[in-house]
């Protein structure tokens, strides 16, 4: 016996179609059909047939589409997988090391259990946390994740959910945690059925139909998406969500989503016995996404910051178009800005935006590791025409410089996959929609968003070919290869660092200095008695420390101190030790 539900609160008849039978279903007061059904067992196939369309549709939270996001659902037992990580206690954020990568591109193979081949990688490189991009159901066979439609359902590209559910056991085994991106502001362009079924849209953003948070109907609008983060914490076992572009969410109710979902994991995380974190993407420099709801804010545990990337970015490749305008503008000292109050727009004018922007984060009661800080990752590299990295336009040197800067900062580091190597394969942007005509659409829009951007049309990879998905995927020769082996070294050496020194995880700012010379490209971290000394100019140069230097724990090339003189070759960094 199974038991089917669906929410269709504006329909007058709902059938629930199992292997090709079709069986009434009854409504209750709230919009939700039901209906039992003998003989349904795992791996059933079934649909729903809504009044009197005989076209079947797929389950809005179907478990499992191994036909794709057009076909019909499968019933799935979630008890059936078998777990072997029982023992595992979680993995707090804080004090953590985080690693962005991509399923489809982070191994040839591109599924789920190849990239478990790969995790012995990441427990020697240092990482604590792997973060996966969007994993759900989405039409076509690749896709950056963010066109899902299939919210509740892993895609077959990988390896459907029972090998989504291997990887987490394989991951929990080496000691690593796992974040999910999830993608809550806007579903895919093909495949997105819940129109049919209920008031789940409500207007459209720039990727698509956005969500109905907060007019009528949407109290089981706001249950399906968060009984869908809590599906994955709870029944996956995954460790934290990656929430997408949340300044996209338009929800004017006294409780925001974002509040409600992070009272709501704090629950079950007391349920399950293990840390539990949700962690914003946001474009709004709002310090109420990482308050505490006991201080007034929404309580989520962590942010990816821009600002900080944008200052490192800007600083080290000096371009300056876009969006980098203010922090090429503001040079070193923006970037001393950035590491001791977290935003560099904080109720300050933004030339992109052409209006003041952002809020001040107060530093007294916000840590610095609820602020994510990397490089690279996968829309600061994607989102470029080309999909180039930072190891197409800067030297090892500067590439181990940048990497001291963020693994030595008092916030949490992220990487993004290949990076630690300097890897020199692009990671470009791709996706394959069986409509042509959508294919078509994709592929223009993105030339005509380069041409604004100033890149020749020309310059862009066509999105829709395979040659664009095979080039973006990792090369795993190269970490054996020079340089990537020595930057490679590097990484592992800088995160085994912070990992010694408590000076170097200390997360509150006001303890942060941070002095520089935007003429001789010099940069030089306080922390605590250590400093991180960074020479990003062409010539050796010889930096006051100010107090004597009682030894050197890492550097990436030779170097000598000499009371409170440390001499830099060009484009290296070293860490002292003070007496």
């Known amino acids: 016996m199974t038991d089917f539900a669906v929410w269709a609160p504006q329909r007058q008849r709902v059938r629930v179609l199992v292997d090709g039978t079709p069986h ?24 729903f047939l809504l009044d009197d369309d005989e076209e079947p549709l797929p389950d809005p939270r179907s478990r ?29 954020l804080a004090g953590s090391v985080l690693y962005e990568l991509h399923i489809g591109t982070f191994t040839p193979e591109g599924t789920f259990d ?36 299939g919210w509740y359902a892993v895609t077959e590209n990988y390896g459907g959910p029972d090998a989504f559910k291997r990887f987490v056991d394989a991951c929990h085994a080496r000691g690593l945690g796992v974040a999910l991106d999830v993608v809550y502001n806007h579903l895919g362009p093909s495949g997105a059925y819940l129109d049919r079924f209920g008031p789940y849209f409500a207007g459209s953003n720039i990727w698509g139909p956005s969500l109905n948070l907060d007019g009528p ?67 709004l420099n709002d310090p109420r996404l990482v308050t505490a709801r006991e201080g007034g804010g929404y309580g989520l545990h962590a942010q990816w910051c821009d600002d900080i990337h944008h200052s490192l970015h800007a600083v080290l490749t000096g371009e300056a178009q876009g969006y980098y305008a203010d922090f090429a503008d503001a040079g070193i000292t923006g970037l001393a800005h950035v590491f001791t109050r977290a935003f560099f727009h904080e109720g300050t004018w933004s030339s992109f935006r052409e209006r ?37 336009i800067l030297s090892p040197g500067l590439l181990a410089c940048g990497a001291a800067l963020v693994f030595c900062s008092p916030f949490t ?79 592992r050496e800088l995160i085994a660092l912070r990992k010694e020194w408590p000076e170097l995880s200390d997360p509150w700012l006001d303890d942060v200095g941070v002095g520089g010379d935007d003429t001789a490209r010099t940069v030089v971290l306080h922390r605590g008695t250590l ?42 960094f070293a860490v002292a030790k003070l007496a």
């Open 114 to 149: 190849a990239a478990v081949e790969r995790l012995d990688h990441l427990v020697a490189l240092g990482v604590d946390m792997v973060e996966v991009l969007p994993v759900n159901a989405v039409d076509g066979p690749r896709n950056w994740g963010y066109d899902g439609v």
């Open 356 to 392: 003041t922007h952002g809020a001040p984060v107060d530093t007294r009661r916000i840590p610095g590791h609820r602020f994510l800080a990397y490089l690279q990752n996968h829309d600061q590299i994607g989102n470029r025409a080309t999909g180039d990295r930072l190891s197409q």
């Open 531 to 572: 400093r991180v000394a960074c020479n990003l100019g062409p010539e050796p140069v010889t930096l006051d420390l100010e107090a004597p230097i009682e030894r050197i724990l890492l550097a990436s090339e030779p170097v000598k101190g000499d009371g409170t003189a440390l001499t830099l070759a060009a484009e290296s």
């Open 24 to 47: 009434d279903m009854s409504p209750d007061a709230a919009g939700w059909w039901q209906a039992a059904v003998e003989d349904a067992a795992p791996g059933t196939a079934y649909a």
């Open 64 to 92: 499992w589409q191994p036909t794709g996001v057009h076909g019909a659902s499968r019933v799935y037992d979630d008890r059936a997988f078998f777990w072997t990580d029982r023992a595992w206690t979680g993995r707090q």
């Open 413 to 491: 580091p992220m990487l993004f996959m290949g990076e630690e190597w300097g890897a020199r394969t692009p990671w470009q942007f791709f996706s394959h929609f069986p409509d042509e005509a959508l294919r078509d659409a994709v592929r223009e829009g993105r030339r005509r968003e380069f041409a604004d951007h100033g890149w020749g049309e020309a310059e862009v990879p066509d999105p829709n070919a395979e040659s664009t998905f095979e080039d973006s995927k990792l090369d795993w020769d190269e970490p054996a290869q020079e340089p990537h082996a020595t930057l490679l070294r590097m990484h």
């Open 217 to 283: 109907h949407s109290d089981e609008v706001r249950r399906y998406t968060i009984d869908n983060a809590l599906m994955w914490l709870r029944d996956f076992h995954v460790d934290a969500l990656r929430l997408d572009a949340v300044h996209a969410l338009h929800d004017s109710r006294a409780m925001h989503l974002l509040e409600q979902m992070a009272v709501e994991v704090e629950a079950l995380s007391a349920h399950v016995g293990r840390p539990l974190s949700l962690i914003a993407e946001s474009d």
